[in-house]
C-alpha cells in the first residue's frame, strides 16, 4: 500500500469537495490508496488564530468528503498555541485526524513550539515539520533539520517528520540520523537521483517515508525517487506506506 504523507489542496474554501476529485484521479493512476493532507486551502505563511482554525477545517471537510482515501493534520502554529492546542483537542482527541503539521511562521527550534509538541507526545501523534536549507538563505521564521533536532532533543517522547529530508537532504538526513524520534519525507524538490537511498542509509528504512509536497510537485516526480531507488523490496515497502502507516497510526 502506497501512503503519500505530504499534500497540499488548494481551491476556493467552499470548493473542497472539487478539490478532493481532482486530485484522486491521479493518485488511483499511481496506485496511491493514501493521502494526508495539511495547511489547508491556499498556502498562508503567517496565519492568524481564526486562519489556522478554518485552514483546519478545511482538511477536516476534504477527509470527510473521501474517508477511505485522505488523512488530515491539524495546522498548528507557536503564535497561536492557545488555538492550536484547542485544534489539537477538537480534531485529534475527538476527532479524525492524524497529526499536526508546523510550517514557516517561526523556527520550529523556538520554545513557543514546546506546548504544541508535547501535547502532540501526549496525544500519540507526529508532528510533520516542514524543513530547508536554502544556499540563497531562509525565510526568517523557515526551520533548519538543526532547528528539528533542537525541538526533538527537548521532546523525546514525540515523533517528529522532517518534511523534505530538510532540503539539502545530504545535509539534512546526516543531522537527524542519531535523534530516532525523528524520521524524514523524501518530498518536494527535484526528483533527484540517491535521495531514497541515502536516507535509508543514514537513518534506516524505517525511518524514511514517501511524500510528494503536491500540488506544488507532481506525484509521479516524488514516488520516482522511490521506485527507482537501489534498495531491497522490503524497505521499499516501509518507505512506500508501511513505515507512514505506523508512525500516524493509520
Ligand atoms: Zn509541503
Same mark, same amino acid.
Given at each position: ?13 467552499? &470548493?473542497? *469537495? ?12 499511481? %496506485? ?5 493532507? +495539511? ?6 505563511? @503567517? ?28 495546522? &498548528?502554529?507557536? /503564535? ?16 479524525? =485526524?492524524?497529526?499536526?503539521? =508546523?510550517?514557516?511562521?517561526? @523556527? ?6 514546546d506546548?504544541?509538541a508535547a501535547?502532540a507526545g ?6 510533520? $515539520?516542514?524543513? #530547508?536549507? @536554502? +544556499?540563497?538563505? /531562509? ?9 528539528l533536532l533542537e525541538l526533538a532533543t527537548r521532546h523525546p517522547q514525540t515523533a517528529f517528520?522532517? *518534511? ?12 537527524v540520523?542519531d535523534q530516532t524520534n525523528i ?16 536516507? $535509508?542509509? #543514514?537513518?534506516? &528504512?524505517?525511518? $524514511?517515508?514517501?511524500?510528494? %509536497? ?5 506525484? *509521479?516526480?516524488?514516488?520516482?525517487? $522511490?521506485?527507482? *531507488? ?12 508501511? /513505515? &507512514? ?6
Amino acid at each position: 500500500m502506497i501512503v503519500d504523507c505530504h499534500i497540499h489542496l488548494y481551491g476556493e474554501p467552499d &470548493a473542497v *469537495a472539487a478539490s478532493v476529485e481532482r486530485l484522486l484521479p491521479y493518485a488511483d493512476r499511481l %496506485d496511491i490508496a493514501k493521502l494526508i493532507v +495539511s495547511l489547508g486551502h491556499a498556502l498562508c505563511p @503567517k496565519p492568524d488564530a481564526a486562519r489556522i482554525a478554518t485552514d483546519t477545517e478545511y482538511v477536516v471537510r476534504a477527509v470527510e468528503c473521501a474517508p477511505d482515501r485522505l488523512e488530515g493534520l491539524v495546522y &498548528a502554529s507557536p /503564535n497561536h498555541v492557545d488555538m492550536s492546542l484547542k485544534l489539537m483537542e477538537r480534531h485529534i482527541a475527538s476527532g479524525p =485526524l492524524k497529526g499536526v503539521k =508546523l510550517w514557516i511562521c517561526r @523556527k520550529c527550534s523556538d520554545p513557543a513550539c514546546d506546548p504544541i509538541a508535547a501535547y502532540a507526545g501526549e496525544l500519540g501523534v507526529p508532528i510533520l $515539520v516542514h524543513t #530547508w536549507m @536554502k +544556499s540563497t538563505g /531562509n525565510s526568517p521564521g523557515e526551520s533548519t533539520s538543526y532547528d528539528l533536532l533542537e525541538l526533538a532533543t527537548r521532546h523525546p517522547q514525540t515523533a517528529f517528520v522532517m *518534511a523534505h529530508s530538510g532540503g539539502d537532504w545530504e545535509r539534512g538526513l546526516r543531522t537527524v540520523a542519531d535523534q530516532t524520534n525523528i524520521c524524514a519525507d523524501i518530498c518536494g524538490g527535484d526528483p533527484e537521483a540517491g535521495q531514497t537511498e541515502y536516507g $535509508v542509509q #543514514w537513518l534506516g &528504512a524505517e525511518r $524514511v517515508l514517501y511524500g510528494s %509536497d503536491a500540488t506544488g510537485r507532481s506525484l *509521479a516526480s516524488q514516488l520516482g525517487k $522511490v521506485i527507482g *531507488a537501489s534498495i531491497s523490496d522490503e524497505d521499499r515497502r516501509l518507505v512506500l506506506g508501511e /513505515n &507512514a502507516v505506523r508512525v500516524f497510526g493509520l
